[in-house]
């Protein structure tokens, strides 16, 4: 356990940067959002009813009150969050490889640190998810503020107030990667880190085996994902809907852990057995 937080602190030190980046990216560009959005608004509002003299009611039934939904669906917002699952996909594969081609081929000092290689892998594997869980929790924090922000440059009858969890609901997108259930918090990122260990295992294929790694990569993650949605594929080819929800539910909670403990178990005997130093 010891080798494994150390190697975790280690990992982490090392995509710091890049996170501490992304994080000051999202910041900026959200503020940036809401008072571009805000502003855009009040300022339609003045020359409507300042300038051209519309009544305020015909102007509020024209246009209605602005809100936070708004504001988050506006590019600005969006696009941070894109830019950071960009980067965790970015790294997925680059906190490998980085190992392999960087300087003096890292990747061999690692493997020959007196612990076991598959903390290696966990060590990677949990900082994509600390990474992921930063994202979402640094969202979290600021949402409030930037909820803020919008309120004190838009005049209270122009505008139609929801708290936090509301605007959660009412977006989608922000819904994905914000659970409003904790069901949901361990379907959704339970399936990520499936998706990663996937991903993982393939690249140890590709490493192990040169070029015909890359096929055999390929050909693993086909069969996860076939093995992963298969109990959908019995639900309406074979069983022609016989299962209930809750019972489909927890066949692909099972064929999700099943695939899980698979990939980390190829993970483990690429990294021991075909992977040398």
Partial sequence: MKSYLKLVNFEWNRVTRLFAVLLG??????????IVQANKYVKMADQSINVDLMPKAQFLQDFGQIDFVRVVRSVWFMGPIMLCIA??????????????????????????????RLNIFLAKLTTILLMTFGFVAFQLMILPLENVVFKSMVPAEFRLDF?????????????????????????????????????????????????????????????????????????????NGFLYPIELLLLEILAGLIVLGVSIWTSKYLLKQKITV
């Fill in 25 to 34: 990216i999202t910041f900026v560009a959200q503020m940036i959002g809401v």
């Fill in 163 to 239: 708290g936090t969890r509301e605007v959660i609901r009412r977006v989608p997108e922000l819904g994905l990667i914000i659970p409003s259930s904790i069901v949901e918090f361990f379907l959704y990122y339970g399936a990520g880190l499936m998706a990663v260990s996937i991903i993982f295992a393939g690249i140890l294929f590709e490493r192990s085996f040169k070029w015909k790694g890359i096929i055999l990569g390929a050909g693993y993650a086909t069969v996860a994902v076939f093995a992963f949605i298969s109990p959908l594929l019995l639900q309406d080819f074979v069983l």
């Fill in 87 to 116: 980067g965790v996909a970015f790294y997925i594969f680059f906190i490998w490889y980085r190992d392999w081609f960087g300087k003096n081929t890292f990747i061999y000092r690692l493997l020959m640190l007196p612990t076991s």
